[in-house]
């Protein structure tokens, strides 16, 4: 079963950006594309308040401040409160860029947003006339999550952690060695921790023990590989745990799939069925009995269907999220083992050669695949931003293994293809008449299939160094079934 699907006299004409749970009721706040922010009643099916943005921008994200307080995250960069009692707006500061993302700390009593300008910002709300704190990370930020004191920012491929009693700088920065883009961030209720969603199709946990300094952390697949070794490349769109049962959460994918799993055993516990759409946003109501589900085109694929978007009302028995008897348990396990799903250490770089990003993600010194070829993005330029996101990404790039120049135009909410790229350092052995070099590896075999670099200089330093009887180690770039090697080390005399 889908859900119970919400009916509205007028549908809703744009993608929907996000959904919230009110704190202490069954009222659901819903931003969109169309630049109206809705308040639908779940309880009486009924449309509570729908009001449209000041500045008619498109609506990227909203939260609760309490039952009658929503904030919103806007298009054109502005951070607007509604009073949804009586309608009223007011506006509360803005980002030079997009903004979005928008959360609200119910211990510090701040708003925090986050955009594309590469700026966290913060106001306090206690304050008659707020003002504006701002921290630049130097980076465009995609997603954020606010637990207790803790304010977690997900930049590029890492996630900064911040205390916002005094956020000047990050308490805690962790940055995946998967190299991958991360779409959404989620902190872990009852404890320190998070889980991302990345966009090739994996998630990511670090949760801490609070009562030692241990932490635990790993990664898998949302979806197992294919019989021939293909993995399911799919952006994990939304993360949004139980708000009454610790370490179990669901996701929710770019082709319409939401999963529930419990992060303590590492197991799939429900799998629901495929939704019509990408599932946009997820949202547990106060005492995570009901679910919300958002399926909507996201702007994220050039294929997508744009038809009215739907929200599905899910009510979580006691198999979907970890309430069940012993037997009913162990059926639910039994759903998925770890042979399928592959939990693996989040060091592991996945079996693709490739993984998908957004192309108005990735940005200068990241990696592109072009014309078939790993390449280096050396230049990146964008046009202006339209409201439904529509620019064009101009990337110049060069050619990892032979240095051969490239260009491509890609709409900035396109995905473009990533190499996995990886640096292994071996320690040389010989260089034989023919130009192949033998290398010692960590297992203490040999690797003896790879040739000098052409690079001339890198050529001299390692034919000199090795001539004068130095130990040398040399470290070997590997993308796309290519290796070579990149540079060299010297550690001193034999």
């Known amino acids: 079963m889908k859900g119970a699907c919400l009916n509205f006299e007028n549908p809703i004409e744009d993608a929907v950006s996000r959904i919230r749970f009110a704190p202490?009721?069954?009222?659901?706040?819903?931003?969109?594309?169309?630049?109206?922010?809705?308040?639908y009643d779940v309880d009486s099916s009924l449309l509570r308040l729908e009001a449209p943005a000041p500045s008619q921008a498109a609506l990227l994200d909203c939260c609760f401040q309490s039952e009658s307080v929503a904030f919103t995250a806007a298009s054109d960069g502005s951070i607007t409160r509604y009073d949804l009692h009586s309608g009223t707006i007011d506006a509360i500061g803005?980002?030079?860029d997009m903004a979005t993302c928008v959360g609200y700390s119910i211990e510090t009593c701040q708003v925090i947003s986050a955009g594309l300008d590469k700026k966290v910002m913060s106001w306090d709300m206690r304050l008659a006339n707020p003002l504006a704190l701002f921290r630049n990370l130097g980076a465009e930020i995609d997603s954020i999550s606010i637990s207790g004191f803790d304010l977690m920012v997900a930049v590029g491929a890492a996630v900064n952690i911040y205390d916002l009693r005094n956020y000047e700088r990050a308490v805690d920065l962790k940055e995946l060695s998967m190299d991958v883009g991360i779409s959404c961030v989620a902190s872990v209720p009852f404890t320190r921790g998070y889980a991302i969603g990345l966009i090739d199709g994996r998630v990511a946990l670090e949760i801490s023990n609070p009562l030692n300094s241990n932490s635990t952390g790993y990664a898998f697949r949302c979806h197992p590989t294919t019989k021939d070794g293909t993995a399911h490349l799919v952006s994990v769109n939304d993360i949004v745990f139980n708000p009454h049962i610790g370490g179990t959460f669901v996701t929710g994918d770019?082709?319409?799939?939401?999963?529930?799993?419990?992060?303590?055993?590492?197991?799939?516990?429900?799998?629901?069925?495929?939704?019509?759409?990408?599932?946009?946003?997820?949202?547990?109501?106060?005492?995570?009995?009901?679910l919300a589900v958002v399926s909507s085109y996201t702007y994220q694929e050039a294929n997508e269907r744009e038809?009215?978007?739907?929200?599905?009302?899910?009510?979580?028995?006691?198999?979907?999220?970890?309430?069940?008897?012993?037997?009913?348990?162990?059926?639910?396990?039994?759903?998925?083992?770890?042979?399928?799903?592959?939990?693996?250490?989040?060091?592991?770089?996945?079996?693709?050669?490739t993984y998908p990003q957004q192309a108005g993600t990735i940005r200068k010194n990241g990696y592109i695949v072009i014309k078939n070829r790993p390449c280096k993005v050396v230049e990146v330029s964008t046009s202006k931003t339209g409201k439904h996101g529509h620019a064009k990404c101009h990337f110049v790039a060069i050619d990892i293994f032979n240095g051969k120049k490239l260009e491509d135009i890609v709409p900035s909410s396109h995905n473009c293809d990533v190499p996995h790229?990886?640096?292994t350092?071996?320690?040389?052995?010989?260089?034989?008449e023919d130009g192949f070099v033998s290398l010692l590896t960590e297992n203490g075999n040999t690797k003896d299939d790879?040739?000098?670099?052409?690079?001339?200089?890198?050529?001299?330093?390692?034919?000199?160094?090795f001539g004068e009887g130095k130990d040398l180690v040399v470290t070997v770039m590997s993308s796309m079934g290519e290796e070579q090697i990149c540079a060299l080390k010297?550690?001193?005399?034999?």
Do not use: C
Not at 24 to 39: A, H, P, T, V
């Open 94 to 96: 803005s980002h030079q």
């Open 24 to 39: 202490q009721s069954n009222n659901l706040l819903i931003s969109s594309w169309d630049s109206n922010l809705r308040l």
């Open 254 to 290: 770019n082709e319409g799939y939401v999963t529930a799993w419990d992060a303590k055993s590492k197991r799939r516990l429900h799998e629901f069925p495929r939704y019509p759409n990408s599932v946009a946003s997820l949202s547990y109501n106060h005492v995570g009995q009901l």
């Open 490 to 494: 010297d550690i001193g005399p034999k």
């Open 421 to 423: 790229v990886t640096r």
């Open 425 to 432: 350092d071996y320690q040389l052995i010989d260089i034989s």
């Open 450 to 465: 790879l040739k000098l670099p052409t690079d001339d200089s890198l050529l001299t330093q390692i034919k000199d160094g």
């Open 307 to 353: 038809v009215s978007p739907q929200i599905f009302i899910q009510k979580m028995e006691d198999s979907y999220v970890g309430f069940s008897s012993e037997v009913s348990s162990r059926r639910s396990i039994a759903a998925m083992s770890d042979e399928e799903h592959h939990f693996e250490s989040k060091a592991d770089a996945g079996a693709s050669k």
